[in-house]
Structures are given as structure tokens and as C-alpha cells.
């Protein structure tokens, strides 16, 4: 079941954000169950926004790929998940 995945992490600005990236984007975008992804300040820090095929695969990327590259002492993100029953896409 496609799932929206929300991660806020607190006290992350615009630049600890774009390390993220930096370091993560790539294989991101080509991880098997990844759908889209959208990003953006909040009044605490940055929030990520999304889309997977399922929980599982989220939390297999974010377990091989996210926890290694946190600084030592970080806190981890606060992350929810809940089922999408529809996505709608531009037919291009």
C-alpha cells in the first residue's frame, strides 16, 4: 500500500537541509519503492514529505541509508506514516 511518509527534523535549516541532499538525493531517487519526495521549511526546522510503495521500503532505505549518515548525538527525525488511498499525476 503506497503510504506518505512526514519527517520533521527540528532545528535543521535551508544549508543542513541541502547537506542532506547532497549526501542522499541520488540514491534516493533511484531506491526501488521511492515515488516523490518535496521538502520545505517549518517554524521549528525542515520538513520532508514522501511518497512510497510501502512502509517496509521506506523504513529499509531509512535504516541503510539515513541513520549512517546522521552526525553522532543527533536526534533522529520525528517521522509518521499513513496509507494514501489515491494519488493523482499529470499524464505527460
Do not use: C, K
Not at 10 to 29: I, N
Not at 56 to 68: G, L, M, N, S, T
Amino acid at each position: 500500500m503506497t503510504i506518505l511518509m512526514t519527517s520533521d527534523l527540528a532545528g535543521v535549516d535551508a544549508a543542513g537541509y541541502q547537506h542532506l541532499v547532497d549526501q542522499l538525493g541520488d540514491v534516493l531517487t533511484s531506491t526501488d519503492g521511492f515515488l516523490a519526495h518535496a521538502a520545505g521549511p517549518t517554524d521549528t526546522g525542515w520538513r520532508v514529505v514522501e511518497l512510497w510503495t510501502s512502509e517496509e521500503a521506506h523504513r529499509a532505505w531509512f535504516d541503510a541509508h539515513v541513520v549512517p549518515t546522521m552526525p553522532p548525538g543527533a536526534p533522529l527525525p520525528t517521522i509518521t506514516i499513513q496509507p494514501v488511498t489515491n494519488t493523482l499525476v499529470p499524464i505527460t
